[in-house]
C-alpha cells in the first residue's frame, strides 16, 4: 500500500451496510397459561431467565413500595429454603438471583453458567411458588431500605426527580415513587405482601424469558416439569387512571443550603406506550435531547458549558409517563439554563426541523439497531417489552422502516402535541437561598423540604428572596 | 420441533450458530502486531452481529501527572473531542452518531481510552477520526474554556455534589504519600482551573504517540484486511522514539496504620479501609481478588454474612482489589445502618478479616469464588467494544495480550494457601488506612 496515498481531508467513505433482522426465538405456553420464550444464543456458557409478573408497582393501592418489597422479600425464604441457603445455593454456582419492579412488572431474574441451567430454575421455580415472606426477614429489609430511603434523601437528582412526580402526577399513583416512601414502608406487614403476591404472582399472569446458552427443548420441558402443575387464577385489573391534567407552569425549588450545583427536572405528562405516534416521539426526542449530539446537550454543554450533561425523555407505561429534561448546573447559571431549555422546548414546537438535522438523526437511530439487539440480556428485554405491552411481533423489525418514513412535518405536529413548555413544572434541587431570585422571573417559586414539605419563602431565602 | 410436557406453540427456527456448547468459555483468537511506528494493532473477529468495535488506549493517566496538574490527563481527553486538522470541533461525537455508532472516552490513574463501536461497514471512519487526532489536535482558547467548564461540573457532578462522593479521594490520599495515585483523576478545582493551552500542546505531543498506543479492533471484519487499514491510516504517524518518563517511586512498606476521619454533607456513616497489596501484573493480585469475592461478592458472602445478616450493622458492604500498574489497594468499604456507628463496622471488618486468618477458607468456598469469577469473566466479555477493551488491558496492563485467554485457568489454579498468604501479609491492621466518612456533627444548613 502506498501510504503518501491517503486522503486525510474528508471522512472515509462507508461501505455497504448489511441488513440485519431481530432474531427469531422460541415460545410456548403452558396449559395454566404461563408462557416461556426462549432465544438461543451459544457463543458464551451463561443464560439468563427472567419470571415477569404483570403487576408492578401499579398494584400498591394506598401503600407505596409494596410491589417493591414483596418483589424483594421472594428470594428470603421459601416453604424448603432459608434466605440464607438460597443465597448460598445459587452463589456456588457462580450465579445470581435478582428481582426489580417498575409501575407494569415485577421480574426476577437469574443469570448463571448454563451448565448449572437446571439448577438456577428450581431456584427460581422456588421462589415464585413458594415464597414464605418471613417476619424476620421483612424487619430485616426494612431497616435496610430505610437506610437507603435516607440517603437517596441527600442526592440531589433524586430529590429533583421526586418533587417532580409529586407536582406533575398529583392525585395519580405515579406520583409515589414505586420504592415506597418512609411512612408507606414503616406500614407494610408481612400479611400485605402474602396478599399481593396471591393476587399478582399468577402462572397466567406471568411470563419467562430465557436467552443465551439455553437449549429451547430443554427449557419448555424444565419448565413444564417446574411450572405446569401451578394452577391460575383472576389476573388482576390492567392499569386504567389516567394521569392528571396539565396545569400551566410551576418553579418549584427542593432547598439543600450547602448544594454546589443546581440538579434540574423540567417537564410535564407524556405518552403511553402503546401510543400511535411512538416512532415519531422517540425521533422527536433523540433530536431535542436524547443524544450527545442533541439541540439540548449540544447548547447547555457543548456551546455553554454549563453542565457535563443535559438530556430528554419520555418515560413510557401503560398510562402516560413524564416527559422530562434532565442536567445538573452551577449555581450561578440555573436561571439561564432553565431559559435555554424552555427556549429549545419552544423551538421544536413552533418551527419545522430542518431536512438535514432529521436526516442525522434518522441516521443515529436505524445505524443503533444492531448495537441494541448485540446481547441475549438486550434481546430478552426487547423481548419482554412486546410480551408484557402487547406491542406488535414484528416492532423491532419494522423499526427502522418506520423511522425512515418519518417527515419534518409530522416532527412539528407532534412537537405541538407532545411538548408543552406552558405546562413546565421546573423543578431545581439546590440551594434556595441563591435560587429563589433568579428563578423568579419564570413565575411564583414554591419551596419544599426533602421531604416534599412546603416552607414558608420568608424561612428559606433568608431575606434575598422576592416575595 | 414440538417439546413434550404440554406445550402448545412453538415457533422460529435456530439460528444457524455452531451447535450447544455447555460448559466453559471457548479462547478469544486474535491476531497481532506492532507498525513500523510502534503502534500496536490488535484484531479480533466476531461475525456474529454487521458491528465493529474500535478501541484505542494510550498508555496514559492520572499518574503521569505532576502535583500542580492534578486532573490534566482527563481534562486533556475533553480536548481529544474538540477537533483536529480535518476534524472540526465535536466532529467525532456528530460524524460517528450520523454513521449510527457509539463513542466516547475514559480516563483513569494508569490509561486513557477511546472508542466508537460502528456499524462494520463504518470501521474506516472510526480509523480515520482516531488517527487524525493522535496526528494533530485543534487547540483553541474558546473550546478549552468550555471544557474546562464542563469538567468542573462533572467534578460537582460526580464527588462534590454527591453524598460520599469524595470517598475514595479521601482515601487515596492518605493511603499513599509517593505513588501518584494520591489524586483522583478527576484532579483538583484549582488545578483544573490552572490548566492551560501549552500544557495540552505538551501533552499531546509527550503521550499520543504511536508507540504509546494500542489499537485493538473487535468484530465483524476480516483481521488481515484490519490491519491493513490500521497501517493505511495511522503507519505514516512519526514517532520520534523519545522514551517516555513512567513514575517509578513506590511507596515504602509501612509499619503503622493511618486512620482519619472525613465530614460530609451524608445522612449516615461509611467506612472504607484500604490495604496495600501488589500490582496487577504481579502474581499475588489475582489471590487478592478472589479473597474479595470470599469476602463481599453476592449475599452468601462473608462481610455482607456478618455485617448485613448477623450484626444488622451495615446497609451495604463490598470488598473489591484495585488492580493497578504500581502497586494498588484492597478495599473494603461499608455503609452503616440507621443507629450504627463507622468504629463498629470497622471492627466488625476487622474480625471477620481475623476469623479468615485463623481458620483459613475451606474448599466449597473455594469454589463459589472460582464460579463467581468464571461468571463475571464470561459476562465482561459478551459485548465487542468490552472484549476490545479487555484485549487492550492484557496489551498494556499486563504485557501480553494472550492473557485474557489464561485468565480462568489462573483463577482455577488459586489455592486456599495463596489465599492465607495474601491475609497474612496484607490484610492486616499495620497496612491498613481507615477512613471514618461521617455525617457533619452539626446541621448542615449552619
Known amino acids: 500500500m502506498d501510504r503518501t496515498t491517503v486522503d486525510r481531508s474528508k471522512p472515509p467513505r462507508p461501505g455497504r451496510p448489511k441488513k440485519i433482522r431481530f432474531p427469531d426465538y422460541f415460545e410456548g405456553t403452558l396449559p395454566n397459561g404461563l408462557k416461556v420464550i426462549v432465544y438461543e444464543r451459544h457463543d458464551l456458557p451463561l443464560a439468563m431467565v427472567d419470571f415477569v409478573v404483570r403487576g408492578g408497582a401499579w398494584y400498591d393501592g394506598d401503600k407505596p413500595g409494596l410491589a417493591n418489597i414483596t418483589a424483594e422479600m421472594l428470594t428470603k425464604g421459601t416453604a424448603t429454603r432459608t434466605e440464607r441457603e438460597i443465597a448460598e445455593e445459587i452463589e456456588s454456582l457462580g450465579g445470581s438471583i435478582e428481582t426489580w419492579t417498575t409501575w407494569d412488572c415485577v421480574a426476577i431474574g437469574v443469570t448463571i453458567l448454563s451448565r448449572y441451567f437446571r439448577n438456577a430454575m428450581e431456584i427460581l421455580a422456588d421462589v415464585t411458588r413458594r415464597p414464605t415472606f418471613p417476619e424476620t426477614e421483612l424487619e430485616l429489609f426494612r431497616e435496610r431500605h430505610l437506610a437507603y430511603l435516607l440517603q437517596r434523601k441527600a442526592q440531589p437528582s433524586a430529590l429533583a426527580s421526586l418533587q417532580f412526580f409529586r407536582t406533575v402526577y398529583e392525585g395519580h399513583p405515579y406520583a409515589s415513587p414505586p420504592d415506597g416512601t418512609e411512612e408507606s414502608v414503616r406500614a407494610i406487614r408481612t400479611d400485605h405482601l402474602k396478599d399481593l403476591a396471591a393476587r399478582v404472582i399468577l402462572p397466567n399472569n406471568s411470563f419467562i424469558v430465557a436467552a443465551g446458552d439455553v437449549d429451547a427443548r430443554e427449557c419448555f420441558e424444565t419448565c413444564a416439569e417446574l411450572f405446569g402443575d401451578w394452577r391460575g387464577g383472576e389476573t388482576p385489573p390492567a392499569a386504567d387512571m389516567p394521569p392528571p391534567e396539565r396545569t400551566g407552569v410551576r418553579i418549584q425549588i427542593v432547598d439543600r443550603p450547602q448544594a454546589v450545583q443546581t440538579s434540574l427536572r423540567i417537564g410535564h405528562v407524556g405518552i403511553t406506550m402503546k401510543d400511535p405516534d411512538y416512532i415519531t416521539v422517540m425521533l422527536m426526542n433523540t433530536l431535542l435531547g436524547g443524544y450527545f449530539g442533541s439541540r439540548i446537550n449540544l447548547n447547555l454543554r457543548e456551546d455553554k458549558g454549563f453542565t457535563y450533561h443535559a438530556s430528554s425523555r419520555f418515560d413510557k407505561w401503560m398510562q402516560a409517563g413524564p416527559f422530562s429534561v434532565a442536567t445538573d448546573v452551577r449555581n450561578e447559571v440555573t436561571d439561564r439554563a432553565v431559559e435555554e431549555i424552555l427556549r429549545e422546548m419552544e423551538r421544536i414546537r413552533s418551527e419545522r426541523v430542518a431536512k438535514r438535522e432529521l436526516e442525522d438523526v434518522k441516521r443515529y437511530v436505524t445505524g443503533s439497531f444492531p448495537r441494541q439487539i448485540e446481547t441475549p440480556l438486550q434481546i430478552a428485554r426487547s423481548i419482554m417489552m412486546i410480551e408484557l405491552y402487547g406491542l406488535e411481533k414484528d416492532f423491532y423489525n419494522t423499526f427502522n422502516p418506520r423511522v425512515l418514513a418519518v417527515t419534518p412535518a409530522a416532527i412539528l405536529d407532534t412537537a405541538r402535541r407532545t411538548i408543552h413548555p406552558e405546562h413546565a413544572v421546573i423543578v431545581a434541587a439546590g440551594n434556595a437561598s441563591l435560587l429563589h431570585k433568579t428563578l423568579g422571573r419564570f413565575g411564583p417559586v414554591e419551596v419544599f423540604t426533602p421531604d416534599g414539605e412546603p416552607v414558608r419563602v420568608a424561612d428559606s431565602s433568608k431575606g434575598t428572596g422576592t416575595p | 420441533m414440538r417439546p413434550e410436557g404440554g406445550v402448545q406453540l412453538c415457533m422460529g427456527r435456530r439460528d444457524d450458530d455452531a451447535p450447544p456448547r455447555r460448559g466453559h468459555a471457548t479462547a478469544i483468537t486474535f491476531e497481532e502486531c506492532d507498525l513500523l511506528n510502534g503502534l500496536h494493532v490488535i484484531v479480533h473477529e466476531d461475525r456474529h452481529l454487521p458491528l465493529v468495535a474500535v478501541n484505542l488506549w494510550y498508555h496514559v493517566g ?286 466488625l471488618i476487622f474480625e471477620e478479616l481475623a476469623v479468615l486468618r485463623n481458620e483459613g477458607v475451606g474448599e466449597a468456598e473455594l469454589a463459589k469464588a472460582r464460579n463467581r469469577l468464571e461468571t463475571s469473566f464470561v459476562h465482561g466479555v459478551t459485548d465487542i467494544q468490552s472484549r476490545a477493551d479487555l484485549l487492550n488491558a492484557y496489551r498494556v496492563l499486563h504485557g501480553d495480550t494472550s492473557g485474557i485467554n489464561r485468565e480462568l485457568e489462573r483463577i482455577r489454579a488459586v489455592t486456599a494457601d495463596d489465599l492465607h498468604r495474601i491475609v497474612r501479609s496484607f490484610l492486616i491492621e499495620d497496612n491498613a488506612t481507615v477512613v471514618h466518612y461521617l455525617p457533619y456533627p452539626y446541621p448542615s444548613s449552619a
Open chain 2, 62 to 347: 492520572s499518574k503521569d501527572e505532576e502535583p500542580g496538574k492534578t486532573g490534566f490527563a482527563h481534562l486533556f481527553e475533553h480536548m481529544m473531542f474538540q477537533g483536529s486538522e480535518n476534524v472540526p470541533p465535536n466532529g467525532h461525537f456528530l460524524l460517528v452518531q450520523k454513521a449510527g455508532g457509539t463513542l466516547n472516552g475514559s480516563t483513569t490513574f494508569d490509561r486513557t481510552n477511546y472508542y466508537e463501536t460502528l456499524p462494520a461497514h463504518q470501521l474506516e471512519l472510526g480509523l480515520w477520526l482516531e488517527a487524525d487526532r493522535m496526528r494533530t489536535l485543534r487547540l483553541d482558547t474558546e473550546t478549552f474554556e468550555t471544557q474546562r467548564n464542563v469538567v468542573m461540573e462533572e467534578r460537582r457532578s460526580r464527588y462534590d455534589n454527591q453524598p460520599y462522593g469524595r470517598i475514595y479521594e479521601s482515601l487515596f490520599e492518605r493511603a499513599w504519600k509517593i505513588q501518584p495515585y494520591r489524586w483522583p483523576t478527576i484532579g483538583s478545582m484549582a488545578d483544573i482551573r490552572a490548566a492551560s493551552l501549552e500544557d495540552a500542546r505538551a501533552f499531546h505531543a509527550a503521550y499520543y504517540r504511536p508507540s504509546n498506543a494500542s489499537l485493538c479492533i473487535v468484530g465483524d471484519v476480516d483481521a488481515q484486511a484490519a490491519v491493513r487499514l490500521a497501517e493505511k491510516y495511522f503507519g505514516d504517524i512519526p514517532d520520534d522514539g523519545t522514551p517516555i518518563l513512567r513514575p517509578g517511586a513506590r511507596e515504602p512498606k509501612r509499619s503503622f496504620q493511618v486512620r482519619d476521619l472525613v465530614y460530609d454533607a451524608v445522612p449516615l456513616p461509611a467506612v472504607i479501609i484500604g490495604f496495600h497489596i501488589p500490582p496487577l501484573a504481579d502474581d499475588d493480585f489475582l489471590p487478592a481478588e478472589v479473597l474479595s469475592s470470599i469476602l463481599a461478592s453476592g449475599e452468601s458472602s462473608r462481610l455482607r454474612r456478618r455485617l448485613v445478616h448477623a450484626a444488622r450493622a451495615a446497609q451495604s458492604v463490598e470488598a473489591y482489589a484495585l488492580g493497578l500498574e504500581l502497586p494498588g489497594l484492597f478495599i473494603a468499604e461499608a455503609y452503616a445502618q440507621i443507629g450504627h456507628s463507622a468504629q463498629e463496622l470497622e471492627d
